[in-house]
C-alpha cells in the first residue's frame, strides 16, 4: 500500500483539485508532501526496526498510514489533505524498511534471493499499476468522491494487514542491548535535513519554483556534519542511525546503493513523461494512459521471482544483463513513439522488454548490496537503499522532465521532446550499468 500511494495518487489530482476546491500548489503538495516525508524517515525507520523488533515498528507505522488515509479521504479541506499526506508518507517511511530488514533476518543463501525476488515485484507492479488502478476506482465512483476512495480503500486492507502482522510477524531481535537501542537523534536530525535540503528543490521544480534549487548548496555540509557526527557517535561507543563501516568495509555495499539509486534515477521519471505526453499531446485519459503501460508490468511481474531464484548462482552478471535489457527496451521505445493515431501497437513491445529488465535489476540489487550486511543492521542498511531509491526518483523525474519542457519549449515537436527526455535516461542507465559492470568485475 505504501508504495502504491507514490503514483495511484497522481491520476486523482484534477478530482482532487475541483473537489475540494484547492489550488495547484495545495494539489501539489499533496504529491509532493507524500514523497519527502515517506524519503526522511526511512533510515530512521529502518534503525528502529533493528533496535526495537520489525512487528512493533510494521505495526506503528500501518497505524500512523491508515491514519494518514482517512484524513485524506474524508479530509474538507485542501489543508487538512496536505497535512494527512505527511503523515501518510512519514508512516510509510517507517513500515517499508522493515520488508527488506525481515527478509534479511529471516532468509539466507538462495531462499533470501527468492524473497527479494517477490519483494523486487512487488515494488514493480505496485509503480506500475498505480495509475490504472486509480483510474479504475475513479470511473466506478465518479470524479466527484472517487479520489477519496483512492485512500478510503486502504482502511479495511490495511485492519486486515494488521492482524496478519500482530500473527506472523517476530518480535523484538534478541541480543540488542539497551545502549544498541538508543535512537541517535542527532544523526537523524541531520540526515534528514540532508535528505530534505536535495528532496525538496527536486519535487519543486517541477512547479517550476526554481529557486528552491539554492536549497542543494545545503546538502554537502549537511551530509558532511552527519558522516562526521556518526564517526564521533562510534568513537564514544554509541549506536549510530547508520554504520558508515557498512560503506567502506561491505564489499558492494556502496556500490549498490548508488547502482540502485542511479536505475531509479534514469527509469522512475520515464512514466511520468510518458504520462505527460501521452495525455497532453495525445489527448488520452489517466485511464488510458495507465493501460498502455501495462506491459511493463506485466514484463516485471514475470522477471523480478525468476531473477530472484537465479542471483545466488549468477551473481552481479544478473544486474549487468539486466541494466542493460532496460536500456535496449528504453532505445526501441525512443525509436518507435509515434506523433499520434494509435499509440499501443508501436510501444507495447519496447515496454516489455523493458519491464522484463527492470524487474530483474530492483531484487538482485537489493539482495547483493545486502549479502554481506549483518542482519542485525538489515533495516537501517536496506533503508538506505530505498532512500537512494526515493532520491533516484525524485532527481530523475525533475531531470527527464526538464528535458522534456525545454526541448518543447525550444520548438520541437512533442514526440521528438520524448525522444530527448529518453536518451537523458538512457545516459544514467549506461552510467548504472558501467558501475554494476566495475562491481561484477571485482567479484
Request: glycine share 14%; aromatic share 8%.
Amino acid at each position: 500500500m505504501s508504495l502504491l500511494d507514490v503514483t495511484i495518487v497522481n491520476v486523482a489530482l484534477p478530482s482532487i483539485r475541483a473537489g475540494l476546491g484547492a489550488s495547484s500548489a495545495s494539489v501539489q503538495w499533496i504529491v509532493s508532501g507524500y514523497a519527502l516525508a515517506f524519503g526522511l524517515t526511512l533510515v530512521t525507520g529502518g534503525r528502529l526496526g533493528d533496535a526495537w523488533g520489525r512487528r512493533r515498528m510494521m505495526l506503528i507505522g500501518l497505524v500512523g498510514f491508515l491514519v494518514g488515509s482517512a484524513g485524506v479521504g474524508f479530509a474538507p479541506t485542501a489543508a487538512i489533505a496536505v497535512v494527512a499526506r505527511f503523515v501518510q508518507g512519514a508512516a510509510a517511511g517507517l513500515l517499508t524498511p522493515q520488508n527488506s530488514g525481515l527478509i534479511q533476518q529471516l532468509f539466507r543463501g538462495p531462499e533470501r534471493g527468492r524473497a527479494f525476488g517477490l519483494f523486487g515485484f512487488t515494488v514493480a507492479v505496485s509503480s506500475a499499476i498505480g495509475p490504472i488502478l486509480g483510474g479504475l476506482i475513479i470511473a466506478a465512483a465518479g470524479p466527484a468522491h472517487g479520489w477519496r476512495y483512492i485512500f478510503l480503500v486502504n482502511l479495511p486492507i490495511g485492519l486486515v494487514v494488521l492482524v496478519l502482522i500482530a500473527r506472523l510477524v517476530p518480535g523484538r531481535p534478541e541480543g540488542v542491548t539497551a545502549s544498541e537501542r538508543q535512537l541517535d537523534l542527532v544523526g537523524a536530525g541531520l540526515l534528514g535535513l540532508a535528505v530534505l535540503s536535495l528532496l525538496y528543490p527536486m519535487v519543486r521544480v517541477m512547479s517550476q519554483e526554481h529557486w528552491t534549487l539554492a536549497f542543494l548548496l545545503a546538502t554537502p555540509p549537511l551530509a558532511w556534519a552527519f558522516v562526521g557526527w556518526e564517526r564521533r557517535v562510534v568513537r564514544r561507543g554509541g549506536a549510530p542511525l547508520l554504520d558508515l563501516g557498512l560503506l567502506r568495509g561491505v564489499r558492494g555495499y556502496a556500490n549498490g546503493i548508488v547502482v540502485g539509486t542511479l536505475y531509479f534515477t534514469g527509469f522512475s521519471g520515464v512514466f511520468l513523461v510518458f504520462s505527460v505526453f501521452l495525455q497532453e499531446q495525445l489527448g488520452l485519459s489517466p485511464l488510458a494512459a495507465g493501460l498502455i503501460v501495462t506491459p511493463f508490468a506485466a514484463g516485471s511481474a514475470f522477471s523480478a521471482p525468476m531473477a530472484g531464484r537465479l542471483v545466488s548462482t549468477v551473481g552481479r552478471k544478473l544486474t549487468v544483463i539486466a541494466l542493460s535489457i532496460v536500456m535496449s527496451g528504453i532505445a526501441a521505445l525512443a525509436v518507435v513513439v509515434p506523433d499520434g493515431g494509435r499509440v499501443w501497437p508501436w510501444v507495447t513491445l519496447p515496454l516489455l522488454v523493458a519491464g522484463l529488465g527492470g524487474g530483474a535489476v530492483i531484487s538482485p540489487n537489493f539482495t547483493l548490496t545486502l549479502e554481506h550486511v549483518p542482519p542485525r543492521m538489515g533495516g537501517a542498511a536496506g533503508a538506505a537503499i530505498q532512500t537512494g531509491q526515493r532520491i533516484g526518483t525524485a532527481v530523475g523525474a525533475a531531470l527527464l522532465m526538464s528535458a522534456y519542457q525545454v526541448s518543447l519549449a525550444h520548438g520541437l515537436a512533442a514526440n521528438a521532446a520524448l525522444r530527448v527526455a529518453l536518451v537523458a535516461a538512457l545516459v544514467v542507465q549506461g552510467c548504472a550499468l558501467v558501475l554494476a559492470i566495475v562491481d561484477w568485475r571485482r567479484r
